[in-house]
């Protein structure tokens, strides 16, 4: 019997550390999801901030943003199409996905992009995703990677809202180690273009439960998984973004109902997320205040 305890302490001691490294508010999702509804951004002038998500086929972009619609109207949404079975990428337009607030719509949006894939002839071309940092794509373009050359789904001049004021990658926890080295190079221009721009970055890395069985039968040993930790430092050494950016959620998949520990985890890296899209706001703001 002791040599039975001995054994499982042994097995936790080696998966999991002694408290959790990071603080989750388990018991104020209403409070979370309270203050994202009264947010109000740093310039009046601004309706909307537009966050860009981008990440390799499959990864969850688009479950994500399902996921945050989700959260706020408390049942399961999929206004985004997904699809986990084809292996290519689901999302071939450029489009916005705005979240509802009752019959208002909330201060963010975000634009879902064709994913990232191996080979230049094969996902989203990296100039595409220039573009729309840049805020010049149109609203339905269409994703082609062999003919990243046109310019008539473009646009001649943008607005403040037009402008991409955090850039998301989406990375799955359970694939990180796999992904194609294309793909890391495809994201390091990414980053690089971004960084131009100074638009802030953060990772969202999905399927934590397919990463970890200890997450995935309860999803607040999250932050004591030492196997999370260990993916989450993966994805700041191969994109480069830090770890105090990346933030482990999952994604609704399989239920049909909403589940007030993955609403938790999805609306504390979107505050995150939207916080620091609020601030480059600020000092664009300031920026123009000083011409």
């Known amino acids: 019997m ?56 499959g990864a969850g972009k688009s479950s994500f ?40 719509l909330l201060p963010f949006v975000f634009n879902d992009i064709m994913g990232l ?21 149109k609203e339905g373009h269409n994703f082609n990677p062999t003919d990243s050359g046109k310019n008539d789904d473009c646009k001649s001049e943008t607005s403040l809202e037009d402008l991409t004021y955090c850039l998301v990658y989406v990375i799955a926890a359970d694939k990180v180690s796999m992904m194609d080295d294309d793909v890391f190079r495809k994201m390091r221009y990414i980053r690089q273009k971004a960084s131009s721009l100074e638009i802030p970055q953060a990772v969202i890395m999905t399927r934590v439960d397919e990463a970890c069985p200890l997450v995935g039968k309860n999803l607040q040993k999250i932050y004591t998984s030492k196997k999370i930790k260990e993916k ?5 050494n191969s994109v480069g973004v830090p ?24 609306l504390r890296a979107l505050t995150q997320i939207v916080q620091i899209a609020d601030d480059l706001l600020n000092r664009r703001k300031s920026d123009s205040e000083k011409c």
């Open 2 to 57: 002791g040599g039975s305890e001995s054994t499982s302490q042994t097995k936790k001691s080696s998966a999991e550390f002694d408290k959790s490294w990071r603080e989750t508010p388990w018991d104020n999702k209403e409070l979370l999801e309270k203050n994202l509804r009264e947010l109000k951004l740093s310039d009046s002038k601004v309706k909307y901030i537009r966050i860009l998500l981008a990440g390799e086929v």
């Open 65 to 104: 943003i399902n996921s945050v619609n989700s959260a706020f109207q408390r049942r399961i949404t999929t206004e985004a199409l997904a699809d986990s079975v084809s292996g290519t990428s689901f999302t071939r337009t450029y489009r916005t996905y705005y979240i509802r607030n009752g019959q208002s």
């Open 117 to 137: 894939e191996s080979g230049e002839s094969n996902g989203a071309h990296q100039e595409d995703i220039a573009k729309a940092l840049e805020g010049l794509l």
């Open 232 to 236: 989450m430092q993966e994805c700041s």
């Open 243 to 266: 770890v105090s950016h990346i933030f482990p959620v999952k994604n609704y998949h399989e239920e049909i109902d909403t589940q007030n520990d993955m609403d938790v985890l999805i």
